[in-house]
T-cell receptor, first 113, second 114 residues
Framework: GQQLNQSPQSMFIQEGEDVSMNCTSS?????WLWYKQEPGEGPVLLIA?????ELTSNGRLTAQFGITRKDSFLNISASIPSDVGIYFC?????????????FGKGTKLSVKP | DSGVTQTPKHLITATGQRVTLRCSPR?????VYWYQQSLDQGLQFLIQ???????AKGNILERFSAQQFPDLHSELNLSSLELGDSALYFC?????????????FGPGTRLTVT
């Protein structure tokens, strides 16, 4: 089945640093969603992307729908301790056999004050 | 708070038993999705209902079933439970039946099978 490769798997950064993570697929996707999950909680939707090349911001977060439609990027600027969590990308291919969102394995972010 | 509610928060049961997980979607949302999250498999889509009808099926075992009621709440039934069914089960909802649309997740039910 379709898979999303999300990298890096984990990041340890200093407060104030910028963060970049990405997801790639071998298939073309029509939708990219970025979620953040904290321990014991459900994933929280951060940004939704529906158009190739689209660049969308949500506060210090910026995500882009890759022009090839096979990748997406999430950047976090000036990280703070509350940014800690696992960030998941999720994509959807209308022609895919699984019929719904496919999630990456996540990027675990740790922020040192 | 996403507006999606799930009960119970935690569930501990024995192998071979049957449990029911409950989900109430956000007000106005017609679609409900169920996901399983385990350490080794990540978030796996199980099944989607839209306005009471099954819309899409993922990697859902035959021992698992779901339904969506007229008031739009949904239940996920897990039977003949095995140790490997221990996981977090999430419900998500969206206003649209169109797959790939924004989905909002509930807080999850942690199932432990002993």
């Amino acid at each position: 089945g379709q898979q999303l490769n999300q990298s890096p798997q984990s990041m340890f950064i200093q407060e104030g640093e910028d963060v970049s993570m990405n997801c790639t697929s071998s298939s073309i996707f029509n939708t990219w969603l970025w979620y953040k999950q904290e321990p014991g909680e459900g994933p929280v939707l951060l940004i939704a992307l529906y158009k190739a090349g689209e660049l969308t911001s949500n506060g210090r977060l910026t995500a882009q729908f890759g022009i090839t439609r096979k990748d997406s990027f999430l950047n976090i600027s000036a990280s703070i301790p509350s940014d800690v969590g696992i960030y998941f990308c999720a994509g959807y291919n209308y022609g895919g056999s699984q019929g719904n969102l496919i999630f990456g394995k996540g990027t675990k972010l740790s922020v040192k004050p | 708070d996403s507006g999606v509610t799930q009960t119970p928060k935690h569930l501990i049961t024995a192998t071979g038993q049957r449990v029911t997980l409950r989900c109430s979607p956000r007000s106005g949302d017609l679609s409900v999705y169920w996901y399983q999250q385990s350490l080794d498999q990540g978030l796996q889509f199980l099944i989607q209902y839209y306005n009471g009808e099954e819309r899409a099926k993922g990697n859902i075992l035959e021992r698992f079933s779901a339904q969506q009621f007229p008031d739009l709440h949904s239940e996920l039934n897990l039977s003949s439970l095995e140790l490997g069914d221990s996981a977090l089960y999430f419900c998500a909802s969206s206003v649209s039946g169109r797959v790939g649309y924004e989905q909002y997740f509930g807080p999850g039910t942690r199932l432990t099978v002993t």
